[in-house]
């Protein structure tokens, strides 16, 4: 009986969204899905090309087999442009589906970048980056799998109850989106560099009911940073973080990988990492609560970056959910080539 109810508790909360200002996908490894972070990340690699996959599964150990499921996919490339500038260009693709009522979103973005090198020599530099993207996006809902607070009765759910629904006015329906960032980075050698940026995700904050009513979604403001240090050799430290507030909700996620170099030294991308993080949030109307800390591992190895995480749940959701949050995984390809311009980018 307490799972039903823990279960139904959940399912109501999703319900709720629909009058209420929805939220966002989020990834723990952000510093993995670029493009989903900032509009001005978009070409900004040291190779030429760079393909990405991501997958994030959430309260499986509450809801089963209606986990929440994430998955993302991005490519984009750079073009170089006079003797020390780029062009980035590319695209993703992501979905999100929530729950037993399967609520779900789907976005196709092209996104596109110009970065601008505004100090340094061959061997280090500075450069200043400014990003936009456009995005379609579908938002649908199964509406026979819904439950309604007049189907709950102390012997648990009963569907054959009048469930006095509210009146849909679409279940199925697609809206624009537009986003633009800033990022400036600094790489002083290949092992030391930093970098900083911020973006406004849902710009013409589009409308997002299904009941015929007027909900704009909120605007999402995000900054980031993070830096590269060597502190013993072969070994450097990449502390990163990730501040995130959409309407009333706010969120932080900072941590630190440690990376190790494999192989012989003239090899630049053996490696592996091992990290920790902390996500906090803002309780609604105050207050702040402890999320989840996280347990992070990337391996590296030529052009691909394998990364696992796993989401350890410590908020007051934990009894329900045994501690047991959300598992990623993400993978990177870059493909690289001849470069004779010098450094450009920090390794993320």
């Not at 009986?1 to 508790?9: C, E, G, L, P, S």
């Not at 990022?183 to 050698?189: A, K, Y």
């Not at 105050?286 to 990337?298: E, P, Q, T, W």
Request: some cysteine; charged content about 15%; glycine content about 8%.
């Amino acid at each position: 009986m307490n799972n039903i109810v823990t279960r139904i508790f959940i399912l109501l909360m999703i319900i709720s969204s629909f009058r209420s200002y929805s939220q966002d996908i989020h990834f723990s490894q952000f510093y993995m899905s670029p493009l989903n972070l900032n509009p001005a990340m978009t070409g900004v690699m040291n190779c030429k090309t760079r393909m990405i996959a991501n997958y994030r599964n959430q309260w499986a150990a509450v809801l089963a087999k209606y986990a929440y499921n994430t998955y993302s996919v991005s490519y984009d490339q750079k073009i170089p442009v006079g003797r020390e500038d780029y062009f980035g260009v590319g695209g993703s693709l992501w979905g999100d589906v929530a729950g037993e009522s399967r609520f779900g979103t789907t976005q196709g973005r092209v996104s596109l970048s110009y970065s601008k090198k505004m100090a340094g020599s061959r061997k280090k530099a500075s450069y200043l980056v400014i990003g936009a993207d456009g995005a379609l996006s579908n938002r649908g809902i199964s509406r026979s799998n819904l439950r309604w607070p007049s189907q709950i009765t102390a012997n648990g759910f009963e569907p054959g109850r009048d469930p006095n629904e509210p009146q849909f006015q679409d279940t199925d329906f697609l809206y624009p989106d537009i986003a633009a960032g800033l990022l400036w980075f600094s790489v002083l050698d290949d092992k030391t560099n930093w970098y900083a940026g911020a973006a406004i995700h849902h710009l013409n904050r589009p409308n997002v009911s299904f009941l015929g009513e007027t909900v704009s979604l909120y605007s999402r403001y995000t900054v980031h940073a993070g830096l590269q240090f060597e502190v013993a050799r072969k070994i450097s430290m990449l502390p990163f973080g990730v501040f995130m507030s959409q309407g009333p909700h706010k969120s932080l996620n900072a941590g630190t990988n440690f990376r190790f170099a494999l192989g012989p030294a003239k090899i630049s991308n053996q490696s592996w990492e091992v990290g920790l993080w902390y996500r906090v949030g803002n309780k609604v109307p105050s207050g702040l609560h402890s999320d989840a800390l996280i347990l992070s591992s990337r391996f590296n190895y030529e052009n691909f970056n394998i990364g696992f995480s796993y989401d350890v749940n410590i908020s007051g959701l934990s009894a329900a959910s045994r501690a047991n949050g959300a598992f990623e995984f993400s993978l990177v390809y870059n493909i690289c080539g001849p470069e004779s311009r010098g450094v450009y980018c920090p390794r993320f």
